[in-house]
């Protein structure tokens, strides 16, 4: 019986999360997670630039080229891409934070989605 992934660090999350539709450098990396959280999360550049390197030591992310007609305002913004290795662990991350959503559902914490797929009676065989 395989074993559930271990869960990643929160940042490390919104950091996959983040580049899981479009490739990005570093400091809109740090925008895009800064906006989502509401600014309860503030990636310093020490701690995103060496959580990149572990995330590429560990084939989560890789360094790529800026796209074309990208502009900078000066020096070289590094940008990075999710790896397929990366999305699977970004996908199981958020499927491990979607079980604890639903248990907190389903204890009326927080109210029900309408018509969402958390809504639905469970399938019975």
């Not at 570093?26 to 310093?44: C, H, M, N, P, S």
């Not at 796209?67 to 790896?83: E, I, K, N, Q, V």
Request: charged share 25%; hydrophobic share 40%; with cysteine.
């Amino acid at each position: 019986m395989p074993t559930d992934p271990q869960p990643i660090p929160p940042h490390w999350f919104q950091i996959l999360l983040a580049l899981a539709d479009h490739d990005l450098h570093g400091l809109a990396i740090t925008k895009e997670v800064f906006d989502r959280t509401e600014g309860q999360l503030q990636l310093w550049p020490g701690m995103l630039y060496g959580t990149l390197k572990k995330m590429a030591d560990a084939g989560m992310v890789s360094e790529t080229d800026a796209p074309d007609g990208f502009a900078s305002g000066g020096g070289r913004p590094r940008h990075y891409r999710l790896t397929a290795h990366g999305r699977r662990v970004c996908a199981a991350e958020a499927g491990r934070l979607a079980r604890i959503v639903d248990a907190a559902r389903a204890k009326r914490l927080i109210k029900p989605l309408s018509g969402g797929a958390s809504s639905r009676k469970p399938r019975t065989t």
